[in-house]
């Protein structure tokens, strides 16, 4: 896991191999977390805002965790 | 208002792995995990360069730097965004932080890092000696964890680990809000650059290459308490000419920072053997 000699800037391609890697064995859903680390990226390079991300996965999030506390929450947001 | 940030040096880094092992000491990490790493830039392998032997007196292609790094402490950060809980929060002055307590060691922040900054504790954490070491408590199994910027230090008026240790002065750590600030004249006098800035997490490390700095040796304020007679340093800036290379004042200051060393703070840095120091452990 913490191989120092490990790529420090891999290409996106792999990093999502990497990201599944990580997350395989994880008892909370694999795909929901590659899928939502992907998009938090997205979100960083400015390729959806906060609100939209937030949205995208709130009924996911809420299903998988039973809360959702993501500063991501636009405000005015309907928790329910 | 407060924004912490770090300036590495990379013509100054000299690859000895100090930072990395005084991180590891400062803050606890178990065997198996490091939060702070040099990489080498070059071979394959950590410490081998790219290219081959000069052959028959002709120009060799040999070529080794180092790139350390650790959590670059995002202003736009993908782990903050992705965690479910809230456990992974930015504090008021910009450093990005994980309340242990709240992780349920989902590790989709791990996965949203694209610098590969965070580390998962897989198992029961175990530490040479078994008590643990520096000045933080172990973080339970089943939990990630990463690089805090030493905020434990930082909150009482004192650098990172890893900026005093740095034996080549290479690491200086300040407010980037402040204009004053050396990180902040550093930034703006050096050419400088961060790690995938097209990813957009605005990170707050910042690598000066192309032209060596002047360094700045650290002088915590418990270790000038503590060295009232050793040497003033002085700041620093101004003293090397742009283009003296390791010259000039860069030099002395070297060799002041082993007075600094083995008077003040060399109990506490491990004697780790050249062999294992960028091991696993
Ligand atoms: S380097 Fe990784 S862990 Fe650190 S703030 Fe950025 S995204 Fe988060
Ligand atoms: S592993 Fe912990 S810090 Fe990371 S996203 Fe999950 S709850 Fe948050």
Not at chain 2, 140 to 161: I, M, W, Y
Request: charged share 25%.
């Amino acid at each position: 896991m913490s191989n120092p000699q490990q790529p420090r800037l891999t290409p996106l391609p792999e990093w999502e191999e990497e990201a599944e890697a990580m997350l395989d064995g994880v008892e909370y859903d694999t795909d929901l977390g590659v899928r939502m680390a992907r998009d938090a990226i997205r979100v960083s390079n400015g390729e959806l805002t906060d609100a939209e991300f937030h949205e995208k996965y709130h009924e996911q999030v809420m299903e998988e965790f039973g809360k959702d506390e993501r500063p991501t929450k636009p405000e005015g947001f309907d928790d329910d | 208002m407060t924004n912490y940030g770090l300036v590495i040096d990379q013509e100054r880094c000299i690859g000895c792995h100090a930072c990395a092992i005084s991180c590891k000491q400062e803050n606890n990490v178990p065997m198996g995990q490091f939060w702070n790493r040099v990489l080498t830039e070059g071979g394959d392998k950590m410490d081998t360069p790219s290219g081959g032997y000069p052959t028959d007196g002709g120009n060799g292609s040999l070529d080794m730097q180092y790139q350390p790094t650790a959590c670059q402490h995002c202003e736009n950060a993908p782990c903050v965004k992705v965690c479910p809980v809230n456990a992974t929060y930015t504090r008021d002055d910009g450093i990005v932080e994980i309340d242990y307590e709240k992780c349920i060691g989902c590790r989709y922040c791990m996965a949203a890092c694209p610098y590969n900054a965070r580390v998962f504790n897989w198992d029961e954490p175990e530490h040479m000696p078994e008590e643990g070491t520096g000045d933080v408590p172990a973080r339970p199994q089943g939990v990630v964890e990463k690089c805090t910027f030493c905020s434990h230090r930082v909150d009482e008026g004192l650098d990172p680990a890893c900026v005093v240790n740095c034996p080549a002065d290479a690491r200086i750590f300040g407010d980037l809000d402040d204009e004053a600030s050396t990180v902040s004249k550093y930034i703006n006098q050096y050419e400088t650059h961060q790690l995938l800035e097209d990813r957009g997490t605005k990170p707050k490390t910042y690598y000066i290459s192309g032209e060596m700095s002047p360094g700045r040796p650290q002088t915590s304020d418990k270790l000038e308490s503590e060295l009232d007679d050793v040497q003033v340093w002085s700041d620093g800036t101004d003293d090397v000419p742009a283009d003296s290379g390791s010259g000039g004042s860069a030099g002395s200051s070297t060799g002041g920072i082993h007075s600094v060393d083995d008077d003040a703070v060399g109990d506490a840095v491990p004697h780790v053997p050249a062999v294992d120091a960028g091991g696993d452990d």
